[in-house]
């Protein structure tokens, strides 16, 4: 293994221990120490599998990856100062640590879910899912762009009160609304592998949003600073902070990440690093 196996390692057990007894102060750190430490276990592993890694040999896609990352979450940010879902609390008193912080923290989405999904394909789980190809008319297409305007649209337009009930629909709305552009450009896209009958991907993704789902949610429970929900669903039932329903958003979180990330890639073109290939056996 390669060495930074072990620091990620020792970066999550550290990140957890100290949480559970160490330095309030420093469990302020909690979320983005043991998500990096996350990232680090899972690259060394797919090294040692394949014998190449994004890190190990496509350092600045990576980098690309942890910015794009950001930016979308940053996205959803602004999506939830009116539909009010989640909030942070504890955050650190110093504005530059607090930003840092987050950074941080939202440039691991991306690759957390890319990783995971890719060890889930390594080991062959969802492998023989076949399904029956869809046919998938222009028609349709375009009624899927629609709807997606709509469901990134309405939400922002309804009073908070009624916009707080409806984030799946801005999980949702992405999708609907790029990724039939990203089928009909040649991108990869959900839609082309369901022209195809081909499960095993989107399989890969759903379990890599559930996954990631569960550590975030794990993590962020013993953390300093941390978000709560704010969310109006099963509020007295929850797993760590979540509400228990607000789990089944992870699903199509993990899509909407692999749509909207094929999209930019389109409109970016060549500045992406990396060429064609996304450093990814279950994406090239």
Same mark, same amino acid.
């Given at each position: 293994?390669?060495?930074?196996?072990?620091? #990620?390692?020792? +970066?999550?057990? #550290?990140?957890?221990?100290?949480?559970?007894?160490?330095?309030?102060?420093?469990?302020?750190?909690?979320?983005?120490?043991?998500?990096?430490?996350?990232?680090?276990?899972?690259?060394?592993?797919?090294?040692?599998?394949?014998?190449?890694?994004?890190?190990?040999?496509?350092?600045?896609?990576? %980098?690309?990856?942890?910015?794009?990352?950001?930016?979308?979450?940053?996205?959803?940010?602004? @999506?939830?100062?009116?539909? +009010?879902?989640?909030?942070?609390?504890?955050?650190?008193? @110093?504005? %530059?640590?607090?930003?840092?912080?987050?950074?941080?923290?939202?440039?691991?989405?991306?690759?957390?879910?890319?990783?995971?999904?890719?060890?889930?394909?390594?080991?062959?789980?969802?492998?023989?899912?076949?399904?029956?190809?869809?046919?998938?008319?222009?028609?349709?297409?375009?009624?899927?762009? %629609? !709807?997606?305007?709509?469901?990134?649209?309405?939400? +922002? +337009?309804?009073?908070?009160?009624?916009?707080?009930?409806?984030?799946?629909?801005?999980?949702?709305?992405?999708?609907?609304? $790029?990724?039939?552009?990203?089928?009909?450009?040649?991108?990869?896209?959900?839609?082309?592998?369901?022209?195809?009958?081909?499960?095993?991907?989107?399989?890969? $993704?759903?379990?890599?949003? =559930?996954?990631?789902?569960? $550590?975030?949610?794990?993590? @962020?429970?013993?953390?300093?600073?941390?978000?709560? &929900?704010?969310?109006?669903?099963?509020?007295?039932?929850?797993?760590?902070?979540?509400?228990? =329903?607000?789990?089944?958003?992870? !699903?199509?979180?993990?899509?909407? &990440?692999?749509?909207?990330?094929?999209?930019?890639?389109?409109?970016?073109?060549?500045?992406?690093?990396?060429?064609?290939?996304?450093?990814?056996?279950?994406?090239?």
């Amino acid at each position: 293994m390669a060495a930074y196996f072990y620091i #990620g390692i020792v +970066m999550i057990a #550290g990140g957890v221990l100290n949480s559970w007894f160490g330095s309030p102060r420093l469990a302020d750190w909690t979320t983005p120490v043991c998500w990096w430490g996350y990232i680090l276990i899972l690259d060394a592993v797919i090294y040692r599998i394949r014998g190449k890694s994004i890190i190990r040999n496509n350092f600045r896609l990576f %980098i690309y990856q942890c910015v794009f990352s950001v930016l979308l979450w940053g996205v959803f940010e602004l @999506n939830n100062l009116h539909m +009010m879902n989640w909030k942070y609390v504890n955050l650190p008193p @110093n504005r %530059i640590e607090m930003i840092v912080g987050m950074v941080l923290s939202f440039a691991t989405i991306l690759p957390g879910i890319f990783y995971t999904a890719e060890i889930i394909d390594i080991l062959g789980l969802f492998k023989k899912i076949k399904l029956p190809p869809l046919r998938i008319s222009p028609v349709f297409s375009y009624s899927l762009i %629609i !709807l997606g305007m709509i469901c990134l649209v309405v939400p +922002m +337009m309804l009073p908070a009160s009624i916009a707080t009930y409806l984030f799946i629909l801005i999980w949702l709305g992405w999708i609907f609304f $790029l990724d039939p552009i990203n089928l009909y450009s040649g991108a990869d896209s959900i839609l082309a592998d369901l022209t195809q009958g081909k499960g095993s991907r989107i399989a890969a $993704l759903f379990a890599s949003g =559930v996954v990631c789902g569960l $550590l975030w949610e794990f993590w @962020n429970f013993w953390a300093g600073s941390k978000w709560v &929900y704010t969310a109006p669903f099963t509020p007295g039932i929850k797993v760590f902070e979540m509400p228990l =329903v607000g789990f089944l958003g992870f !699903l199509p979180f993990a899509i909407e &990440y692999f749509v909207v990330y094929h999209t930019a890639r389109l409109i970016i073109g060549r500045n992406i690093p990396g060429g064609k290939s996304l450093g990814y056996r279950i994406f090239d």
